[in-house]
């Protein structure tokens, strides 16, 4: 699995520090890249002082793109916003690449990346970016901001020079080294090489020889169960067969059937959609009956996400009240430490 002729993009850089042996798919960019484009898009039109693309975008498009705006704006605090994709270049030492960053603000001193979805660790990437500039500008620190539009969180590094320049070449030294390995991450959905990837393939085929080795079913759970490290090992290897195996062998499954074809001992079951109103539904009946607006807000459940909530307010101007916040019944869920399972096998 050689990595040092691939081309390296300064977007990459986060995903090559997850995993030195990742690979992007070919094809064209999904919804979720091409709505991160209309935003980002948007935003720096925005800020340049053109908001007819912010103004043309969906609700759940806009409220993001405001609150961004706003945010760069508070940070602005002197100088000017550069957002021109053309004065935008990031000449990183060791990557040949020329990456573009989203916003810049040369007279406070800091770089930013505009970012929708769940929250990454974009460190690499901010540092590149950081570096670039330090380079450019023979400056000894630089601060950069990564921006996640749709989370409404900032977090922000303050680069010296020495640690932007670690931060680039570790993961450039590491993806060149024919001998570093692959390491499962949360890039691997978005990898050419995942479906021969060791690091992918071995815990699947682990997890079922557990199975097929033991011989009774009390056997297979003293196995898992007797300590700590093994039932740990067990549960990464037994979600990746789940996820890698049995989620797509169901897919196939239903396939077949809905074709028509016979599977022995499996049929499709069927169920009526459940019945609901929509907007127009509920608008008649609240003016029809001039019902009250809380009756309204009861009858629809009482209650409305935060985040849900919180792109309402902004859609109509409104600044949510701390006092009105609700915070539900704390939850747990299993994370893996991909960091200390590495420890563990080295």
Aim: net charge neutral; hydrophobic share 40%.
């Amino acid at each position: 699995m050689e990595n040092h002729t691939l081309k390296i993009r300064h977007s990459m850089l986060p995903k090559l520090a997850a995993c030195p042996k990742y690979v992007p798919k070919p094809g064209p960019a999904g919804p979720a890249a091409e709505r991160g484009t209309r935003i980002d898009e948007a935003v720096r039109l925005a800020l340049q002082g053109d908001r007819s693309r912010l103004e043309a975008l969906v609700p759940d498009e806009k409220a993001p793109a405001e609150w961004a705006v706003q945010k760069f704006l508070d940070y602005k605090l002197a100088g000017e916003l550069e957002t021109r994709e053309e004065f935008l270049a990031m000449h990183t030492p060791g990557i040949s690449h020329v990456g573009t960053a989203d916003v810049l603000n040369e007279r406070v001193g800091w770089v930013a990346d505009l970012k929708t979805g769940q929250v990454r660790d974009y460190y690499h990437q901010i540092a590149a970016y950081a570096l670039a500039i330090m380079e450019r500008r023979f400056e000894q620190d630089w601060v950069g901001h990564v921006v996640y539009a749709d989370e409404r969180r900032v977090v922000s590094y303050r680069f010296d020079y020495a640690e932007a320049k670690r931060a680039v070449e570790t993961v450039l030294a590491e993806v060149r080294d024919p001998k570093a390995q692959p390491r499962a991450c949360d890039y691997c959905d978005w990898c050419a090489r995942k479906d021969t990837c060791p690091a992918v393939v071995r815990p699947v085929e682990e997890g079922l020889a557990v199975v097929e080795q033991a011989k009774s079913l009390a056997e297979v759970r003293d196995r898992i169960l007797r300590d700590p490290v093994t039932l740990g090992q067990f549960y990464a290897q037994w979600k990746a067969v789940e996820k890698e195996v049995a989620d797509a062998a169901a897919d196939r499954l239903k396939e077949l059937l809905e074709a028509g074809e016979e599977v022995p001992g499996w049929k499709i079951s069927r169920s009526k959609g459940s019945e609901y109103f929509d907007t127009e539904g509920i608008l008649y009946a609240a003016t029809q009956t001039n019902a009250p607006l809380e009756g309204l807000i009861q009858a629809m459940g009482g209650k409305l996400g935060g985040e849900k909530y919180r792109s309402w307010c902004a859609s109509i101007g409104h600044e949510p009240l701390n006092a009105h916040v609700r915070t539900g019944k704390e939850t747990t869920r299993l994370l893996q430490d991909r960091k200390k399972q590495k420890a563990l096998k080295d």
